[in-house]
């Protein structure tokens, strides 16, 4: 008791030092300056300019598309197409608010593997400049909208309002493929790069297959990422970084080893607001995206003013994650997210134990088996979380279905300032206070069997205004660890009162956070990566695959199951190059097919 | 002359045998609360964890010093030859091993300062914390040596940074892979 007595506990021993805020893998960032808009989408009549590429193989597969004013349109793109890879259509952009037409086919962007300009590069921080003159260092393709003959940070040159869209019947259609080198390494860090590229809108096609993101937006005020399908990266399928006006929508991201979707450090533009939700302006709206099979569905150090709504979250390790643990991000901490109406369900994929403890992640990266349902996660997250706090303020998690997660639906925890570099005294009880948790339905699945999570709500008992309120469950009353017979506190109630948790609870994240996927996979004390029981009283859905023993979480009816004895998708050259690139492409037709598609196409 | 050598080698091996049994598991040690002096900052949460945190700041190159009480709670007189954090290979806060010869009786404590050098973030990845949780301390008593893991009051933690704070590293972290330097 004397602890909560004692909410400032804390010495600094030595005063704070600030540092600059650092971006994401690579050079400090700042926000935009918040004056841009999302951008809409754009017609081939309201382009300003129009460029085309295509493959040899676009014909035939234009041949195939079934309707018929789309085949139409792609036989008259390909009349016009001029280019084979997309970055020489990048590049040869004369004019803001150009659309650049990609048409069906496989794109590896083999000029951009090996340039001579990459040759003096020795693999650390990329700044701006060296995006600009040579983004392959890292990028499969770069759209860098900022000169740098200027100091600032605006994006000022021909490739702002930048659409680039492929134009197959299925966003599978246009593939943009990083791969493998011959000798098993990443071909790419990156696949499309949009950098300080205001305005960017991208639609309709899938990016794969690279070592860090495939769709990665940074330093840009209004973009769109539409209808992408983003999968099998060893981190993320769409990161976003130190960006605003975002709308990313009818997404598929899968397979990834830290997160889906992923908008860090979005612009902090509630940052000054007392109220929890829901708020008006929002930095980045993410909406009808299936973020499924990854370690993370959805992640966000810093992932302030998103609005996430409408999507599906599932079989994932963990489903939806912010945090304000990792330093160097701007805008911490984090705050201000709003969910809504998402399924966040069955997020109970061990794939530490799968991929990582049976050595499977320690092989060169072309043998681990990615493209084929391998996930080597690179971020520590409690196996079987629905959505998970670490250190966030003032997030509205409100109406949404949260069920069959076997370790917790819901974990809001404390994160002091001094882990993530602010050593200032008030840092230390900045974070987990005014979330509201209201009107949310656990532990059912939509048919109205029984699915519970392991434990409904789980918190560190730390923060003020925190408050749950209005939530069902099922069959019982709403569970949680909260040792007082009163229950959570209430919204109604003003929430929370004390900045101190229950040290029995708080810094649980410690020592998993020594998790080290090539040397500390499974760190001493961390029981993060042991995979949760099935709930006792779970019972099956109709049509939902069978559920194998508990004891690992995995499904039988899981893709990886399915295809794990496929070989990897290769670098596409080499010796025995086609006959991997057939299975992987029976493997991608597996994906196709299996994986469920809840996304309705629009052509407009 | 052959007897005598003979002799002096049981001698020596009886000796040795003196040395082999002699019970260095009796010694033991306690340590007092960590203080810190150096160029970033040690910030001390109470009510983090069942015993609190140190959380250390991580500043690529920067060095200070961590002072300590070792007590010798065992039943012997004992020399601490040296200490460190009992980390593991290329630590994220590497202590030089000082050697020191200062001997503790049953008892007694004094105090340690031993050097920090925070220098091997390239070997971790950003969202990676190392946990420091013990003080290895090496002794001699009564001509036999050992080394004693003593848990530290509170665990320090250290939080690797970003790349942008750590120039050593690469984005190919396979290249930075601890375990294969």
Known sequence: ?604 | MRIALVGAAALTTALAGVAAAVPVHTADFALGGVTWRGETALTSLAAYGPRGTDVLTYRHGATGSLTVTVRNTGRFPATVTSLDLGAERLALLSVPSPRRGVELAPGQGRTFTVGVVLGNCRYYHEREVATYDHLRVRFSVIGGTGSRDVRLTRPIVVHSPMIVGCPDRKLDRTRDNRTSP
């Not at chain 1, 670490?390 to 639906?409: E, T």
């Not at chain 1, 979480?553 to 399915?562: A, C, I, K, N, S």
């Open chain 1, 1 to 604: 008791m004397l602890r909560r007595l004692l909410p400032f506990s804390v010495v600094a021993l030595v005063l704070a030092m600030s540092g600059p805020a650092f971006a994401h893998e690579e050079r400090a960032s700042q926000f935009p300056s918040g004056k841009g808009s999302t951008p809409t989408y754009r017609t081939y009549q309201q382009a300003a300019d129009r460029l085309v590429v295509c493959k040899p193989t676009s014909r035939a597969a234009i041949a195939r598309i079934r309707d018929a004013k789309l085949r139409a349109f792609n036989n008259k793109l390909l009349g016009q197409c001029r280019f084979q890879h997309l970055q020489a259509a990048v590049d040869a952009v004369r004019r803001q608010r150009t659309n650049i037409y990609v048409l069906p086919g496989l794109y590896r962007e083999e000029p951009s593997w090996a340039p001579a300009c990459t040759k003096a590069y020795t693999g650390g921080i990329v700044e701006y400049p060296l995006v600009v003159s040579c983004g392959e260092v890292t990028n499969l393709v770069t759209v860098a909208g900022d000169s740098p003959q200027d100091a600032d940070r605006v994006c000022d040159n021909a490739l702002c309002r930048l659409q680039i869209e492929g134009t197959g019947e299925r966003r599978e259609d246009v593939v943009l493929r990083g791969g493998f080198t011959k000798s098993g390494d990443w071909v790419k860090h990156n696949g499309i790069k949009a950098d300080r590229a205001d305005g960017f809108y991208l639609r309709n096609l899938t990016a794969e297959l690279f070592k860090e993101n495939a769709l990665y937006v940074h330093e840009t005020d209004g973009y769109v990422l539409d209808e992408v399908n983003a999968r099998h990266n060893d981190l993320y399928g769409i990161l976003t970084f130190t960006s605003d006006h975002g709308l990313i929508e009818d997404c598929d991201a899968s397979f990834n080893g830290d997160s889906g979707v992923y908008p860090g450090s979005a612009a902090d533009v509630n940052k000054d607001s007392t109220v929890t939700g829901p708020l008006t302006r929002y930095a980045v709206e993410i909406r009808r995206c299936n973020t499924h099979h990854n370690a993370l569905g959805f992640s966000g150090t810093a992932g302030n003013s998103v609005w996430f709504h409408d999507n599906e979250v599932h079989d994932n390790s963990a489903g939806y994650v912010t945090d304000s643990f990792v330093g160097g991000h701007p805008g911490m901490p984090q705050d201000h997210a709003w969910l809504t109406h998402n399924r966040i369900y069955r997020n109970n994929s061990n794939y530490v134990e799968r991929f990582v403890h049976s050595g499977i992640c320690a092989r060169v990266p072309g043998k681990r088996g990615y493209g084929a349902g391998t996930v080597c996660p690179v971020f520590p997250v409690p196996v079987g979380t629905g959505v998970m706090i670490a250190g966030g303020n003032r997030n509205f998690v409100d109406a949404n279905q949260i069920y069959d997660n076997w370790r917790s639906g819901v974990m809001l925890f404390w994160v002091p300032g001094a882990l993530r570099d602010d050593t200032s005294l008030a840092a230390q009880y900045d974070t987990s206070n005014g979330n509201h948790f209201t009107r949310n339905l656990l532990g059912r699945h939509p048919s109205g069997v029984v699915q519970p999570n392991g434990t409904d709500f789980w918190w560190d008992e730390q923060g003020i205004g925190n408050c749950w309120e209005g939530n069902r469950s099922a069959p019982a009353a709403v569970t949680s660890n909260y040792p007082l017979p009163v229950g959570l506190p209430t919204c109604s109630g003003g929430g929370s009162l004390l900045p101190v948790g229950n040290p029995a609870k708080s810094a649980t994240l410690v020592p998993c956070a020594r998790y080290n996927r090539e040397d500390e996979p499974d760190p001493v004390g961390c029981d993060w990566f042991d995979s949760p029981a099935r709930p006792a009283d779970r019972q099956a859905a109709r049509g939902e695959p069978p559920v194998v023993a508990a004891a690992d979480g995995w499904r039988v009816g899981d893709l990886t199951g399915l295809v794990a004895a496929v070989p990897p998708v290769s670098g596409g050259s080499g010796p025995g190059a086609g006959a991997t690139a057939l299975v992987g492409l029976v493997a991608m037709v597996l994906i196709a097919r299996v994986l469920p598609r809840p996304l309705r196409r629009r052509w407009s």
